[in-house]
């Protein structure tokens, strides 16, 4: 059975920084494409970062560009978004997915407020 288990959040003042981890179970995560989205309170769900299989490139939205940080442990089946400088619109549940040849799978999500 595969399992996708973030874990990092939480309430956090603006300026503060978190990490934000994807344990997998039931698959190898560095054949895999992993992104991080995020679900704001009444928008849709929006692509915050990923990191690729093959060469391990990146990509960040604009919004979250030089503060956010993806990578993966292969050693630990984890893929981690550092955040810093966090600011209220980043508010969100966050989601980690995996993604290859067609096969898609999320985690359960995990929130993470920003407010003094």
């Known amino acids: 059975q595969v399992q996708l288990v973030e874990s990092g959040g939480g309430l956090v003042q603006p300026g503060g920084s978190l990490r934000l981890s994807c344990a997998a179970s039931?698959?190898?995560?560095?054949?895999?494409?992993i992104g991080w989205f995020r679900q704001a309170p009444g928008k849709e769900r929006e692509g915050v970062s990923c990191?690729?299989?093959?060469?391990?490139?990146?990509y960040y939205a604009d919004s979250v560009k030089g503060r956010f940080t993806i990578s993966r442990d292969n050693a630990k089946n984890t893929v981690y978004l550092q955040m810093n400088s966090l600011k209220p619109e980043d508010t969100a549940v966050y989601y980690c997915?995996?993604?290859?040849?067609?096969?898609?799978?999320w985690g359960q999500g995990l929130q993470v407020t920003v407010s003094s």
């Open positions: 997915n995996a993604n290859r040849l067609g096969f898609d799978y």
């Open positions: 039931g698959l190898t995560l560095d054949y895999y494409a």
């Open positions: 990191i690729s299989s093959s060469d391990g490139s990146t």
